[in-house]
């Protein structure tokens, strides 16, 4: 498989698996089942709820000799209740026991938003917290400490734009290794992308899909299908592939890391050979013309009366 390499010189692998919106015994037997087919790369969050079932099908590989514990790539995520510069490292304590692990490879800030301590979904305004009471620079600097103490050997950032980017490498000095942010031909994010490339800051794509399973509250009416697209339909039959295929294949291509997610084995052997399929430059200059800045995941969850975030501002749109 792929791997791309980080500032800190550690490699990646270039197709990892999603684990949101899988629950108990699910998550634990499709990551058993992904590290037996050769996946080393696993996408983690606490607000995932699902870490500790995660954790039972780590310590089932790594005890049972499946997979020793430096060949696999473990990701997780800061939840936004835990930006306080006390509460980051009993966060990724947290983390690491639920998922019996000793450290982390890459330790992600999930969103740059913050919550009141402790309040994992807040309901009413009141339960977030404004950026200039908990900097995103506070957060990060304790992010920094934790790597220092060897709990995790890279931290990064996810859903983060160019301008958040700047002010945080600004006012820390510290790059991050990894920017996570939906990507798909759909939402290119090709001025993103370049920007990190140009700071060595590797870019993970998340929704790469489309991400069709997520909740319907968070689903829009009429939504584009990136499987049904006429082009990467076209492009799906001249290579006898999938759909999924071709959206994978032109992640890896981009020099990005890609996680979609599924349970299905022989879905997850089939992205496991999207990610050495090779596009004709002319099909990938095809693909770039898809892009129309469409999100689904658009943020508009964190619209509630009286928080100070926006979807607008989260995008500097």
Not at 113 to 131: F, K, N
Not at 190 to 219: N, W
Not at 220 to 246: G, M, T, W
């Amino acid at each position: 498989m792929q791997l791309l390499e980080l500032h800190s010189g550690n490699r990646v692998p270039a197709l990892g698996l999603g684990t949101w919106k899988m629950a108990g015994d699910e998550a634990r037997i499709a990551v058993q089942t992904a590290i037996e087919l050769g996946y080393r790369h696993i996408d983690c969050a606490w607000i995932y709820e699902n870490e500790s079932d995660i954790g039972r099908a780590f310590e089932l590989c790594i005890r049972g000799g499946q997979i020793a514990r430096e060949d696999l790539w473990v990701t997780s995520k800061l939840w936004n209740d835990s930006h306080q510069k006390q509460r980051v490292r009993p966060a990724l304590e947290t983390t690491l026991h639920d998922l019996r692990l000793e450290f982390l490879d890459l330790y992600l800030m999930h969103w740059p938003i913050a919550h009141q301590s402790g309040m994992a979904r807040p309901e009413t305004g009141d339960g977030y917290v404004s950026l200039d009471e908990v900097p995103l620079s506070e957060t990060w600097m304790a992010m920094k400490q934790c790597q220092s103490a060897g709990l995790c050997r890279n931290i990064g950032v996810s859903n983060f734009n160019i301008i958040k980017l700047e002010s945080l490498i600004t006012e820390t000095g510290i790059v991050p290794a990894v920017n996570q942010v939906e990507l798909h031909p759909y939402l290119q994010q090709c001025e993103l992308l370049e920007f990190c490339q140009q700071h060595e800051i590797l870019v993970t794509a998340y929704s790469p899909l489309g991400s069709g399973d997520r909740p319907e509250a968070m689903k829009r009416k009429n939504e584009p299908s990136l499987f049904n697209d006429p082009l990467i339909c076209q492009l799906a039959r001249k290579h006898n592939v999938s759909s999924a295929s071709v959206l994978i294949a032109w992640a890896v291509q981009r020099g990005t890391v890609v996680i979609p997610k599924t349970s299905t084995v022989s879905r997850m052997r089939e992205n496991l050979a999207a990610s050495e399929m090779k596009l004709a430059d002319d099909e990938m200059q095809a693909i770039t013309g898809l892009d129309r800045d469409y999100r689904y995941v658009d943020g508009k969850f964190w619209e509630i009366d009286d928080s100070p975030y926006t979807a607008n501002t989260l995008w500097n749109e």
